[in-house]
């Protein structure tokens, strides 16, 4: 019967590599060459020395903006596997611990999984791609976000245990019509799995065969968008994901909003730092471009990007952050 088993499995797989498939391997392949040789790659690499400068010439406020899966860890198999390593929740810890200095996380994870890594480390942290937000643990008693809020009129939902909610209600019925049309693809792709969080639902593909698994990623997301046309919903193209959320929010929203709530300290921010290494992090490099032209923002590997500056690897990033821990005055 497991021989069966894996006859079948395999025969599955292999009768669909067929020319339509390595059609879009190929488009795949050639936009991917294509954004390696944008005019946007000729962003300078990060140094150390810029940002420690930066740093210790601020007079007020310093926030930190961190992305979590291949920036402070490198990209796991599995979600319940990317705990961070002590070395890093210290660092985030020691950098929490300066003198007007304000760290956030900003992933597409849970909050469940946020809290369990980070609570310890006082940071302050957005899950599920801008959905939710909290900040660091020695500003909750000082800051009220639904203070202002309620004075441009939006509603403001408070989620207890520090974490607020920026998404309006979404029609849970969307659900029912996504899940089968994720299960259906799951089924067809060996070794890819169904991630479901409050808000967003989540297809990876990172175990799958990978041109099989990207060519897969992206008949669904045809599909999906032909689905969802009328919804107020985005289809998000990960690394290795595929992911369904509001389409009123993204990890720039959330960092609006926390900007914002820090206006109410009095001291206004004049140092900000943003790394990420996705296509979640973009919009988030964008906004910080447009508001401040001294912002240093920077991805991680050298690719098509809104950031100023690339940072070669998540070593580096480490690196970095331990040297502001420990170098800042």
């Not at 007079?59 to 319940?80: N, Q, S």
């Not at 599920?128 to 004075?151: M, Q």
């Not at 998404?167 to 996504?178: A, G, H, S």
């Not at 004049?270 to 401040?292: H, N, Q, R, S």
Request: contains cysteine.
């Amino acid at each position: 019967p497991q021989r069966t088993l894996n006859h079948q499995k395999l025969y599955r797989y292999v009768t669909r590599y067929t020319a339509a498939y390595w059609g879009t391997s190929f488009v795949n392949e050639l936009r991917r060459v294509s954004e390696a040789f944008s005019p946007q790659m000729q962003s300078p690499r990060l140094s150390p020395d810029l940002v420690l400068s930066a740093a210790n010439a601020s007079k007020k406020h310093r926030v930190i903006f961190l992305d979590y899966d291949g920036t402070l860890t490198e990209a796991h198999k599995l979600p319940e596997f990317a705990k961070p390593k002590d070395t890093i929740t210290a660092t985030l810890r020691d950098l929490q611990n300066q003198p007007n200095t304000h760290v956030y996380i900003l992933s597409g994870r849970s909050q469940h999984h946020l809290d369990t890594w980070f609570e310890s480390t006082g940071v302050g942290l957005s899950a599920e791609h801008g959905c939710f937000y909290k900040h660091p643990k020695s500003l909750r008693g000082v800051i009220d976000p639904t203070a202002n809020s309620a004075a441009e009129g939006k509603s403001l939902k408070e989620e207890g245990n520090g974490w607020y909610r920026l998404v309006e209600q979404v029609d849970p019925t969307w659900r029912e019509t996504i899940r089968p049309l994720f299960q259906h693809y799951k089924d067809r792709t060996p070794g890819s799995f169904i991630e479901e969080k409050e808000i967003n639902l989540t297809w990876h593909y990172r175990n799958a065969d990978p041109e099989f698994g990207s060519w897969q990623a992206t008949e669904l997301q045809v599909n999906l968008e032909k689905s969802l046309i009328h919804l107020a919903l985005s289809i998000v193209r990960g690394n290795k994901t595929l992911e369904v959320r509001p389409s009123t929010v993204d990890k720039a929203t959330a960092v609006r909003a926390i900007l914002k709530d820090l206006q109410q300290t009095q001291n206004h921010v004049d140092f900000i730092l943003c790394i990420g290494d996705g296509k979640t992090d973009e919009p988030v490099f964008a906004m910080l471009k447009e508001m401040a032209s001294d912002c240093i923002t920077s991805t991680v590997g050298k690719k098509q990007t809104e950031a100023k500056y690339y940072i070669d690897n998540v070593k580096d990033v480490e690196k970095l952050l331990d040297a502001l821990s420990k170098k800042l005055h």
